[in-house]
């Protein structure tokens, strides 16, 4: 109760939305939804009842306040030749990578300081630099080899990279003193390597139409995940002014290997053999099957869902309609539940549920170069779920519900 109004200012009752709450069947409990545009309405209108964290506003302007610059220089050869009912295409590419990130990460919290500004801008400090590069080679050779007309077999080997991603790459300490951990960047950080090995059979049939079976080994080596990094030691010298002594530090590592074996099975076909109306009508349909060995760096062998954001099972199926100036399509894709973020704790073990969303897509073509289209995306409104532990879905680390968009306009080309 604020005794200067009469009015209890922390009533937040008045900012929920009527009739609108998360449920238990979510493993959040019934917590009510804040309408953030009357929140926002109120502070414009009633000013004083509202106070700024101003230390909140200057740490984010510090900690958001970052530039990453990554320079890719390279220069490939390549050549190819037939043999007869052979076709061989082959070479080599060369990258050099340089990497620079700045920003600012804060030190250590230092509440004695009353004076917001000059608290966060003491925490943070002077800005940072990291450095990194590396310099890799990726040969390649692709064979195609045609047995018919029909029947085609492919096979290849190539070389992949997997960079880090840009936020691993800017100074970053997140002190979290509830858990008693550090988290922070790792300037060292490596990319991922894959070596490929695909096989693969091609049918095609009239009027047009294919069928495919292909199977496939990628050996994959320093996989970059969360990872313990030591204890914080005591002492004045500890890298954090004496503070957070025995705090985890958990940061980006490169190590361990995998091998990931995969059936792949596909179809599509044109139904030109239907009744006139129908004979637009084209079905597709593919499936795609993993199973994965590996380990982070340690002895113990993971398989299957226990290596990250690798999909153990994933299918898309679909119709193409095309009729005149009219062309349309519905996709269906499924991606089957999958580890998404290791961690070296099982506690912190992130899991991406399954998932299945239906698109739908129309295209009217009003002359030449220029047509109409709309886009309907997650028709039915699937949401993304995720959990965290070992196999325990009650324990819902997030879940995110975008609900279907519509995207329409006029496209032209010339």
């Given at each position: 109760m604020n005794p200067a109004t009469g009015v209890n200012d922390d009533d937040l009752t008045r900012f929920m939305i009527p009739g609108l709450r998360r449920t238990a069947a979510y493993g959040l409990g019934d917590i009510p939804f804040a309408h953030t545009a009357s929140v926002g309405a109120d502070v414009e209108k009633n000013p004083a009842q509202w106070r700024e964290d101003i230390y909140f506003r200057e740490s984010e302007r510090l900690s958001g306040n970052r530039k990453v610059r990554e320079e890719v220089s390279a220069l490939y050869l390549m050549?190819?030749?037939?043999?007869?009912?052979?076709?061989?295409?082959?070479?080599?590419?060369?990258?050099?990578?340089?990497?620079?990130?700045?920003?600012?990460?804060?030190?250590?919290?230092?509440?004695?300081?009353?004076?917001?500004?000059?608290?966060?801008?003491?925490?943070?400090?002077?800005?940072?630099?990291?450095?990194?590069?590396?310099?890799?080679?990726?040969?390649?050779?692709?064979?195609?080899?045609?047995?018919?007309?029909?029947?085609?077999?492919?096979?290849?080997?190539?070389?992949?990279?997997?960079?880090?991603?840009?936020?691993?790459?800017?100074?970053?300490?997140?002190?979290?003193?509830?858990?008693?951990?550090?988290?922070?960047?790792?300037?060292?950080?490596?990319?991922?390597?894959?070596?490929?090995?695909?096989?693969?059979?091609?049918?095609?049939?009239?009027?047009?139409?294919?069928?495919?079976?292909?199977?496939?080994?990628?050996?994959?080596?320093?996989?970059?995940?969360?990872?313990?990094?030591?204890?914080?030691?005591?002492?004045?010298?500890?890298?954090?002014?004496?503070?957070?002594?025995?705090?985890?530090?958990?940061?980006?590592?490169?190590?361990?290997?995998?091998?990931?074996?995969?059936?792949?099975?596909?179809?599509?076909?044109?139904?030109?053999?239907?009744?006139?109306?129908?004979?637009?009508?084209?079905?597709?349909?593919?499936?795609?099957?993993?199973?994965?060995?590996?380990?982070?760096?340690?002895s113990t062998e993971r398989s299957s869902n226990q290596v990250a954001r690798f999909v153990p099972e994933s299918a898309n199926a679909g119709l193409s309609y095309k009729r005149g100036r009219f062309n349309g399509r519905i996709l269906v894709n499924h991606v089957g539940e999958h580890l998404f973020t290791y961690s070296a704790d099982p506690s912190r073990l992130r899991y991406k549920m399954d998932r299945t969303v239906t698109n739908l897509s129309l295209n009217y073509r009003l002359r030449r170069g220029i047509s109409l289209y709309c886009d309907f995306n997650n028709l039915f409104q699937e949401p993304q779920r995720y959990y965290i532990g070992l196999g325990k879905k009650d324990r819902l680390q997030s879940f995110v519900n975008n609900g279907p968009t519509i995207n329409f306009g006029v496209s032209g080309n010339f």
């Amino acid at each position: 109760m604020n005794p200067a109004t009469g009015v209890n200012d922390d009533d937040l009752t008045r900012f929920m939305i009527p009739g609108l709450r998360r449920t238990a069947a979510y493993g959040l409990g019934d917590i009510p939804f804040a309408h953030t545009a009357s929140v926002g309405a109120d502070v414009e209108k009633n000013p004083a009842q509202w106070r700024e964290d101003i230390y909140f506003r200057e740490s984010e302007r510090l900690s958001g306040n970052r530039k990453v610059r990554e320079e890719v220089s390279a220069l490939y050869l390549m050549g190819n030749g037939r043999f007869g009912q052979l076709s061989l295409l082959g070479g080599a590419r060369v990258e050099r990578t340089e990497v620079t990130g700045e920003g600012w990460a804060r030190r250590f919290a230092l509440t004695s300081i009353t004076d917001p500004v000059l608290r966060a801008a003491t925490e943070y400090g002077d800005i940072r630099r990291i450095k990194g590069d590396y310099t890799d080679v990726f040969p390649g050779l692709h064979a195609t080899y045609r047995f018919t007309n029909r029947l085609l077999g492919r096979a290849s080997w190539s070389t992949s990279i997997g960079r880090p991603a840009f936020s691993n790459l800017v100074p970053r300490e997140d002190v979290n003193v509830t858990n008693q951990t550090i988290t922070i960047n790792n300037p060292s950080l490596s990319p991922q390597y894959g070596d490929n090995f695909d096989l693969s059979l091609e049918y095609y049939f009239e009027p047009v139409g294919l069928v495919s079976i292909g199977g496939f080994q990628k050996d994959l080596a320093d996989f970059i995940f969360m990872d313990e990094g030591g204890v914080v030691g005591s002492g004045p010298s500890n890298g954090y002014e004496g503070q957070y002594e025995g705090y985890t530090i958990l940061m980006q590592s490169n190590g361990g290997s995998a091998r990931i074996r995969g059936l792949e099975l596909a179809y599509q076909q044109e139904l030109t053999f239907l009744p006139e109306i129908l004979s637009g009508l084209g079905v597709f349909a593919n499936y795609t099957r993993l199973s994965t060995e590996g380990n982070y760096g340690g002895s113990t062998e993971r398989s299957s869902n226990q290596v990250a954001r690798f999909v153990p099972e994933s299918a898309n199926a679909g119709l193409s309609y095309k009729r005149g100036r009219f062309n349309g399509r519905i996709l269906v894709n499924h991606v089957g539940e999958h580890l998404f973020t290791y961690s070296a704790d099982p506690s912190r073990l992130r899991y991406k549920m399954d998932r299945t969303v239906t698109n739908l897509s129309l295209n009217y073509r009003l002359r030449r170069g220029i047509s109409l289209y709309c886009d309907f995306n997650n028709l039915f409104q699937e949401p993304q779920r995720y959990y965290i532990g070992l196999g325990k879905k009650d324990r819902l680390q997030s879940f995110v519900n975008n609900g279907p968009t519509i995207n329409f306009g006029v496209s032209g080309n010339f």
